[in-house]
């Protein structure tokens, strides 16, 4: 996920502009089409994400390897969220938030089209004819030479994923040119189903840890200060999902928007496949904790946007979130007598059990032989200290 996806941590309708005119309130049944619609949308890329991060685990496929978020990962998160949250609120104080939101824009289009093109892949595999001519590709890029030479990129692909990419183009650029809320949407989602899906919490401790931290930070945030949601307001990229309150009245045209950070998305979610995969590790052939923390995040929300309207505030989501994705599930473990499994659970254990566990994104991806042959390398030769990877969406 990208950081400033976690700075948006509320659910909140957007205000006038300064020196705009005041809009007219929104109507009850405004309001209830635009809350039920984030509600929808928020819980899409967390059930489906929450899917593919099993398949995901079990893949050999290397470029579809997740990464592994440690404990000293989730303490260190929200430090740099609150470092890249205030250095963004200090660039628009600063300088022209034109041209921010245009670098941004930019950075976002690159970014949302490969994001979405992974998102629809599977789904449009199923589209193509028998007869399809499919084609296989391949990018690389290499550093050095001889002995010394190292594989920087390995990536196999074929025409269906240049088709998927084609159509996710298309979505760029009526990103890139309208900056419309559908298309806002669509990448949105597809950045919250890929952060699920890739982003993989090792065990229940780091993921209570993760949400503890980013727990006090949205509180912090939006009730201490004004950075937040001046943030969230200023930053034209989609990373929020936003629905307009006055659809009914202006159609798709309509500009009143009520907004949820995709931050409020991907830390639970990532949190509830985690859940799932370890209702997967019981072999008792239910869902029994991925339901039940996924009633407790429709709960949260719920209570979230209540609270909202009640007192008329933005709210830090993740103030409700949180305690109910944690809470409802250790409440079932403690009536059926499984803390101890639960916190003993190791995700990493089960994406590939004969390797090293991933904590990055690896520099090689290809084919299930080329990922052999680059874990034997790895484990022949000693470890070297990697960069920290770039974060997903």
């Not at 936003?242 to 409020?264: I, R, S, T, W």
């Amino acid at each position: 996920m990208e950081e400033p996806a976690a700075h948006n941590g509320s659910a909140a309708g957007a205000a006038p502009g300064a020196g705009t005119p005041a809009r007219p309130p929104a109507t009850p049944e405004g309001m209830a089409l635009a809350y039920g619609s984030l509600v929808l949308m928020a819980l899409l890329p967390i059930f489906f994400g929450a899917l593919r991060s099993v398949s995901c685990a079990k893949s050999k496929n290397s470029s579809e390897m997740p990464e592994t978020i440690t404990s000293r990962d989730a303490a260190r998160f929200p430090i740099v969220a609150s470092c890249t949250l205030l250095g963004l609120y200090l660039f628009f104080k600063i300088f022209s938030q034109e041209y921010i939101n245009l670098l941004l824009s930019m950075y976002f289009f690159v970014l949302g089209i490969l994001a979405l093109s992974h998102t629809i892949s599977p789904m449009m595999n199923r589209f193509f004819p028998a007869n399809f001519p499919n084609k296989q590709y391949q990018l690389l890029f290499t550093q050095g030479s001889g002995e010394s030479k190292e594989e920087i990129v390995n990536y196999e692909f074929d025409t269906k994923d240049l088709v998927c990419l084609a159509l996710s183009s298309v979505v760029g650029v009526w990103y890139l040119l309208r900056k419309h809320w559908i298309a806002n949407n669509l990448f949105g989602l597809a950045f919250s189903l890929n952060g699920v899906e890739l982003l993989h919490l090792n065990n229940v401790s780091t993921g209570c840890i993760l949400l503890g931290g980013l727990f006090i930070y949205d509180v912090f945030w939006v009730f201490g200060t004004n950075v937040m949601v001046t943030v969230a307001k200023s930053f034209e990229a989609p990373i929020k999902l936003v629905f307009p309150q006055d659809l009914l009245e202006k159609g798709l045209d309509a500009d009143n928007f009520a907004m949820l950070g995709l931050g409020d998305i991907v830390i639970p979610g990532i949190f509830i496949a985690l859940l799932l995969r370890f209702d997967i590790s019981l072999k008792k052939n239910t869902h029994t904790y991925f339901y039940t923390s996924f009633v407790a995040y429709i709960f949260g929300l719920g209570l979230t946007i209540f609270i909202m309207h009640i007192f008329k505030h933005a709210q830090p989501a993740l103030l409700y979130l949180v305690p109910a994705c944690i809470g409802f599930p250790l409440l079932v473990a403690l009536a059926k007598g499984e803390v101890t499994e639960m916190f003993s659970y190791e995700s990493s254990a089960e994406i590939l059990p004969h390797t090293p566990r991933l904590t990055h994104f690896p520099t090689v991806s290809g084919s299930p032989a080329s990922l052999a042959d680059s874990m034997q390398q790895k484990l022949s030769c000693p470890r070297r200290r990697r960069q920290q990877s770039p974060s997903a969406m």
